[in-house]
């Protein structure tokens, strides 16, 4: 398959969240690794010891396109503190008080950034423009324990494109707006590893995932979803994905 031109039946698009929201599939592979298949119910005895993730804690006061009141219930995450995106941190919609208390009761950490979601979100490949910029806030004590936990050897996981973008920007200095585009052969200095929905084609967060896992196993797990009939976009499945 193509990958930023594939196509995307119209009924593997999630018109409702999944409930409960970690019964939702859950693909996980890595660049060099089989593709496994499980739910997000599951994901603290997929993750190690040293596995820290990162959410990003900011809400929608806008939704792009038609919605309805269901909408305005769905589409936010339990971390929502700061109304500012256009759009929700989606890969968070999975996540639950229950989930959480699990994860960290297995030893996991969990950390908080903010960026606020912009145009960028839904930006077409095509039209060759690059992603605006966006503000975000990591706090100075947030980035210190995110590279002395590195540091020590553990790993830290996004959740979420955006926060990728907010981690690997404040790691290079940048402060209040990032301008960052991720694409292929990206060096990441600081994230080690993304949970993510599945995207649209043509979209601009598909070159930030071939980040992640190149071209080749990017289609792999694309083709893989379609053919097993995983549920695609905001209110849809995810995949996590280690480096």
Partial sequence: MKIFTYELP??????????????AKLLITCPDAEIEETTFASLPQH???????VFNDTAPNIRQGSGDYQDKIDDQTIFAKKAASVAVPTASLHFTP?????LRASGKQVEFVTLQVGSSSSLCIES????SSEQFEVS??????LRRWKEAGGRVIAVGTTVVRALESAVRGMSGQTNLFITPRFRFELVGGLI?????PQTTHLLLVEAFLGRKRLEEVYQYALQNRFRFLSYGDGMLITI
């Fill in 47 to 53: 993750l190690g010891s040293g596995d820290l993730l």
């Fill in 140 to 145: 100075q004590e947030t980035l210190n324990r």
């Fill in 98 to 102: 229950e989930l959480i208390s699990q």
């Fill in 10 to 23: 119209t009924e593997f698009i999630a018109q409702r969240p999944i409930q409960p929201p970690e019964a």
């Fill in 128 to 131: 060759r423009q690059k992603p």
């Fill in 196 to 200: 993510t929905n599945f995207h649209e």
